[in-house]
Structures are given as structure tokens and as C-alpha cells.
């Protein structure tokens, strides 16, 4: 018999492992990274497979409206014995069934699972998967706006000469507050042109920030990657860990570093006349206001910092739509690309670009995952949550989605779907 007509009998008979096995592995299998997270828990009385659980939370996390371990378990409860098979539930010996794991089960296994062994099997499979075309997604997802204003920036001419860029930023799980007063912080590096998660660590509430980035950026190939960092990473031990590893770096200046941002204000300072070969401007309208974006460059000659090559000035004007401009911002910048790698307008592009780690990693896990109305806190319980929502968005526009929301409400119609999404045919 045929492999595909045989596929459809199964289909129809309500075997969903069976027919997805019919068709061959067709994509790389999430089951695959997840398998090497190791399993916290004793031999003694252990009966669902990690992998298992692990997998369970990660489609639920995809469905719409299942942001919680309570939920999760409620998913997990609603699967057919097909799904529960496919995703590699363990049958018992007496009634041939596939019993899910309770709320209880996943509380206690995800407050325990290492966070760094889970975010390292979830942005390696994401590293790993290839990106699907546009055209692949429904027809009903290509009409969505979001979709269709993603598709018309992708026609556009790019900017010739732009290279791949990361950002990196941290963001606070409002929610999750310790019992000892702090809150849980994240640190995360943002792969801008794929929108995806490069790897996240959660910082300690002794400390801060600074002293994460080395180990979050730490095995990551940053080889002709621009690194975007805000002005609290503006750090000599930054700039000099990024250019050793064969990266470059673009850091906003401010207080933090005072004998820094004097001599990057001095070197450009000046009129618009004397940096006209050195500068780019671009305006444009939207939201209901004006705006106006400048950008100086100067060589970065007698400033002593590890591997600064250009030092630069970004100047916003803003007003209504019409009228005089109402208000003004000035902000310094540097960074070790070359005026041969990055002109003004190169500089221009990846500055604002930053700002995608903002607009299309933290908002969404805010607005469509609800990830500051979490009060989850316990142990690691919060940080493995996350990575399960950077997992979704992740696998979502690895999959052509532009649109998160809606890609969570066509993955909850019908749990095969997120077994594609995943790879486990």
C-alpha cells in the first residue's frame, strides 16, 4: 500500500502518531534538544519522561490562551492519546493509556529543571530549524495587515552593506516578585533580523546586569555580528569581549561614563556644515507627530577604548504634523565598525533597530503571553516560562507568522499543527 494512502487511513481512523510517522521526518525534531536537558528529578517513582513534560508545556505555551502551569495542565488534560503518543507519553502496562502530568507535576519540574540547560535546548533547536517561506503559511494568514505589512517591507530594496546585529537587553517579570521584596530580571540577546531569542540568562538579585553579559553572550558565534548594547553595558570589558570575538559593537554613551561621553561629545562637536560629508538625515510621519533623525559620525582617533573605531551623534526632532518642531533629543554612541564597514546611515539603521528587542520580544511576551501577570517565582520556575514563550515567538516566525497573536490562534485550532510546528512527524 502506498506511504501517503496508507497515512490517510490512519488518518481517518483517528491514529494521528501513526500518520504523521507515515510521512517521514520532514523537520527537525524538537524532542531532539529537549532530550539533552537534564532530568532534577529521582529515579524512584519517576514516571513521565522529561522530554515528555518539557514538550507538553512547550505546545501549550504555543496555543492561545495557556500562559500558566494551570494551564498548561489544562491543555495537557483536553490531548488525545494521539497527541499524548506523538509527543512521547508513556503508556501504563494495565490500561494501555497515556495519562498527561498534573498541575502539580509541571510546578514542581519546572521550579527545579536547570534554566540554562532548557534556554540552551531551546535556542539551539531554534538556531537549527530553517526558516519557512511566506508563501507556505494559509491563506487566510496572508491576509492578515500585520502579515501583509511585513510582506511589503520585504519587497523594499535593503540597505546594501548591513550586517547581521543582536541586541541586548533585560527585562523585569513584574509579576514574579521573591519574598524578600526583588523581582525577576532577564537578560536576553535578540537576534534582530530573525526575531528570535539568541540566548537569555537570569540575573541574580545581588547584582546586575553588567557583570551577565559576558556569560549570555559567551558561545554564541558573534563573527561579523553588530552587537546594539544601551548605556548600562557601555563597558570597556564589553567592548573588549565582543571584538575578540570577532564581533562588532555599537554602545550608547551617557552619564555612566563621564570621561567617556566628554571626549565623544568633543570630537563632534561642531556645525552641520563641518560634518556635511559625515552625516545622514532622514524624516518621516507617523502616530500623528513628526519626525526627524540625524546622525554625525567623527573617527574615534584620541579616545581610548578597546577597538572604538567611529564615535557618533543622534539627534531626534519631534512635533506635530504640521508646525514648528517641539522638541529635541541628543544621544552619543560608539562603536568599533569601521567608516568602510558603517556609514551614518549604517549607524542610523542599527541604533533604531535596537529597539526591536523592545518591540518584538519583551511587548509581545507582555501583551499576547500576559508574562507580567505571572506570579510564578518560585526557584526557576519564571525563567523557564520565559524561555517557553521565547520558544513560541521563536518557532512562530521561523515558521513565517509576522503576527504572534495570530499565530497562536491558528496552532489552537487543531494540536497537529503544533506538532508540525515542532517536528514531530
Not at 533547536?125 to 503559511?137: F, H, I, N, Q, T
Not at 518621516?284 to 546622525?295: N, W
Request: include cysteine; glycine fraction near 8%; charge should be positive.
Amino acid at each position: 500500500m502506498p506511504a501517503l494512502l496508507s497515512s490517510l487511513i490512519d488518518a481517518s481512523r483517528g491514529d494521528l502518531s501513526t500518520a504523521l510517522a507515515a510521512d517521514g521526518p520532514s523537520r527537525l525534531c524538537l524532542r531532539d534538544w529537549l532530550s539533552r536537558v537534564p532530568d532534577p528529578r529521582s529515579r524512584a517513582g519517576r514516571w513521565h519522561p522529561l522530554e515528555f513534560v518539557l514538550a507538553l508545556a512547550a505546545c501549550a505555551f504555543t496555543a492561545a490562551g495557556h500562559d500558566s502551569p494551570t494551564a498548561i495542565a489544562d491543555w495537557a488534560s483536553g490531548c488525545s492519546q494521539q497527541v499524548l503518543a506523538a509527543l512521547g507519553g508513556r503508556r501504563d502496562p494495565w490500561t494501555g493509556t497515556i495519562r498527561p502530568p498534573c498541575e502539580r507535576s509541571f510546578r514542581r519540574i519546572f521550579t527545579n529543571v536547570g534554566a540554562a540547560a532548557l534556554n540552551d535546548a531551546v535556542h539551539g533547536y531554534l538556531s537549527a530549524v530553517p526558516r519557512s517561506a511566506p508563501c507556505e503559511l494559509p491563506r487566510a494568514t496572508r491576509r492578515e495587515r500585520e502579515q501583509r505589512r511585513a510582506a511589503a517591507r520585504a519587497r523594499k530594496s535593503p540597505v546594501p552593506g548591513l550586517l547581521p546585529q543582536a541586541a541586548a537587553d533585560g527585562k523585569t517579570v513584574r509579576g514574579a516578585t521573591r519574598p524578600y521584596g526583588s523581582q525577576v530580571h532577564l537578560l536576553s540577546a535578540f537576534h534582530v533580523g530573525e526575531g528570535r531569542t539568541l540566548a537569555q540568562r537570569e540575573v541574580g538579585a545581588k547584582t546586575n546586569e553588567i557583570p551577565e553579559l559576558g556569560p549570555l553572550l559567551t558561545g554564541l558565534d558573534l563573527a561579523g555580528v553588530v552587537v546594539t548594547l544601551d548605556a548600562l553595558h557601555a563597558q570597556r570589558d564589553a567592548a573588549r569581549l565582543i571584538t575578540q570575538a570577532g564581533g562588532h559593537y555599537l554602545m550608547i554613551v551617557k552619564g555612566n561614563q563621564p570621561s567617556l561621553l566628554e571626549a565623544v561629545a568633543a570630537a563632534l562637536d561642531g556645525t552641520d556644515a563641518q560634518f556635511a560629508e559625515a552625516s545622514w538625515t532622514q524624516e518621516g510621519k507617523g502616530h500623528g507627530r513628526r519626525e526627524r533623525r540625524s546622525v554625525r559620525t567623527a573617527p574615534a582617533r584620541e579616545i581610548h577604548w578597546p577597538g572604538a573605531a567611529q564615535v557618533l551623534r543622534i539627534r531626534r526632532d519631534t512635533g506635530p504634523t504640521h508646525g514648528h518642531w517641539a522638541a529635541k533629543e541628543i544621544a552619543y554612541g560608539i562603536t568599533s565598525l569601521s567608516a568602510g564597514l558603517a556609514g551614518p546611515r549604517h549607524l542610523a539603521i542599527y541604533a533604531r533597530q535596537h529597539w526591536a528587542i523592545e518591540n518584538r520580544s519583551h511587548y509581545v511576551r507582555d501583551v499576547t503571553f500576559r508574562e507580567d501577570a505571572q506570579k510564578a517565582r518560585t526557584g526557576n520556575l519564571p525563567a523557564n516560562c520565559a524561555a517557553l514563550r521565547n520558544l513560541a515567538i521563536g518557532a512562530a516566525r521561523k515558521a513565517g507568522f509576522a503576527n504572534i497573536a495570530h499565530a497562536r490562534r491558528h496552532y489552537a485550532r487543531d494540536d497537529r499543527h503544533i506538532l508540525e510546528l515542532y517536528g514531530y512527524t
